[in-house]
């Protein structure tokens, strides 16, 4: 499940004698695991920066590489970003860290998660673009349903919390399928879509939600596939402004 959240490919420390950068395997498990291998040995360049470096550490969490020394650097990280300006990018990074291995996150670590994702106000729709929603309202969303005490930064407890962000994803997920994605050209941008939407379809409790997710990743996912086949590196219709451009 790691595999959506882990993107980018940084130099590879002295330190360790990891895998290839090249990405191997016949299949699609095989690809992932071999890239999961790598990123759990390679080093990120800013490792304060959830954005860039939690995929290194997700993957090292996965793998039980180092885990108490995977810790600390996640302990250390989650200090900077409560330090920080929120940022979706940072929230999503986190909250899906933590999803996909709660039993590695200590109670003070969770704790600081909860304080990342309760900066905003979810009264207000992000309203910078697409990913931004998703990721925040993904993260928000998740976070509500994790910790029924949560509040935001107005206020706004996680019944409310949870329904804001719901219309917020519910909007972008119907309006991705039946009239394309809000933003439009660049189909490489979806690879930041990916992960919040996958994020929602697997641990979304309510049942219409995660199907809507799931919906929409598959559409995100043939549209990418359309664009990277054989090569043809062209605008795909699931980024395009309206059915006929």
């Known amino acids: 499940p790691v595999t959506i959240l882990l993107a980018g490919l940084m130099a590879?420390?002295?330190?360790?004698?990891?895998?290839?950068?090249f990405v191997?395997?016949?299949?699609?498990?095989?690809?992932?695991?071999?890239?999961?291998?790598?990123?759990?040995y390679a080093k990120?360049?800013?490792?304060n920066f959830p954005k860039e470096a939690m995929p290194y550490y997700a993957a090292r969490l996965q793998l039980g590489i180092d885990p108490e020394g995977t810790r600390?650097?996640?302990?250390?990280?989650?200090d900077a970003t409560v330090k920080a300006r929120p940022d979706p990018f940072n929230m999503h990074a986190v909250m899906h860290a933590y999803l996909l291995n709660r039993d590695a996150f200590t109670p003070e670590m969770r704790?600081?998660?909860?304080?990342?994702?309760?900066?905003?106000n979810y009264g207000r729709p992000a309203g910078v673009s697409l990913n931004y929603e998703l990721m925040r309202g993904g993260a928000g969303f998740l976070a509500a349903?994790?910790?029924?005490?949560?509040?935001?930064?107005?206020?706004n407890d996680a019944?409310?919390?949870?329904?804001?962000?719901?219309?917020?994803?519910?909007?972008?997920?119907?309006?991705?399928?039946s009239r394309n994605a809000s933003e439009y050209d660049a189909p490489v941008y979806y690879g930041t879509d990916f992960a919040p939407t996958r994020m929602v379809a697997e641990f979304s409790k309510d049942d219409e939600l995660a199907r809507a997710a799931k919906m929409t990743l598959d559409f995100m996912l043939i549209h990418t596939g359309c664009h990277w086949h054989r090569g043809y590196h062209i605008s795909s219709a699931g980024r395009g402004k309206y059915w006929g451009s």
């Open 111 to 120: 704790e600081k998660i909860k304080r990342i994702v309760s900066t905003p």
């Open 44 to 47: 990120p360049r800013n490792p």
């Open 24 to 40: 191997t395997g016949k299949t699609h498990q095989e690809r992932g695991d071999a890239f999961i291998r790598y990123l759990a």
């Open 159 to 177: 019944a409310k919390i949870a329904r804001f962000c719901r219309k917020y994803l519910m909007i972008q997920f119907s309006g991705t399928c």
């Open 145 to 155: 349903q994790e910790w029924p005490d949560l509040k935001d930064s107005r206020g």
């Open 12 to 21: 590879l420390p002295s330190w360790a004698a990891a895998p290839s950068s």
């Open 72 to 78: 600390k650097v996640i302990d250390r990280m989650l």
